[in-house]
């Protein structure tokens, strides 16, 4: 069994920072891909940061490169997003997601290949 929690998260002004936290817990003889998606009212889950498996490759939406940036932490299998510039369309439910294999490149934004997700942080951004 593998849990992944979240945490971070608020309500913050448009150009503001913030910082998520995640961590997948359970098999800790592996090293999972692990990837930030977000979803707005209304609008489906988006592929937004993620970090390929052992290989450590990094992957950005383009809607967040150059403002957020995706890191491991120091204890196995857990990572940040620290999002940068913030703006109101930044507003979404944001999930970790844990994938128990390296995805290959074109399968890391896709929700279907991740096996398992967080409940969720919400994120607001206005004035």
């Known amino acids: 069994q593998v849990v992944v929690v979240e945490s971070g998260g608020g309500s913050v002004q448009p150009g503001d920072s913030l910082k998520l936290s995640c961590e997948a817990s359970?098999?800790?003889?592996?090293?999972?891909?692990m990837a930030w998606f977000r979803q707005a009212p209304g609008k489906e889950r988006e592929f937004v940061a993620g970090?390929?498996?052992?290989?450590?490759?990094?992957y950005y939406a383009d809607s967040v490169k150059g403002r957020f940036a995706i890191s491991r932490g120091n204890v196995k299998n857990t990572m940040s997003l620290q999002m940068n510039s913030l703006k109101p369309e930044d507003t979404a439910v944001y999930y970790c997601?844990?994938?128990?294999?390296?995805?290959?490149?074109?399968?890391?934004?896709?929700?279907?290949?991740?096996?398992?997700w967080g409940q969720g942080t919400h994120v607001t951004v206005s004035s």
């Open positions: 997601a844990a994938a128990t294999r390296t995805l290959i490149l074109s399968s890391i934004r896709l929700v279907g290949q991740y096996d398992y």
């Open positions: 359970g098999r800790t003889d592996m090293r999972y891909t």
């Open positions: 970090l390929r498996g052992s290989v450590g490759n990094i």
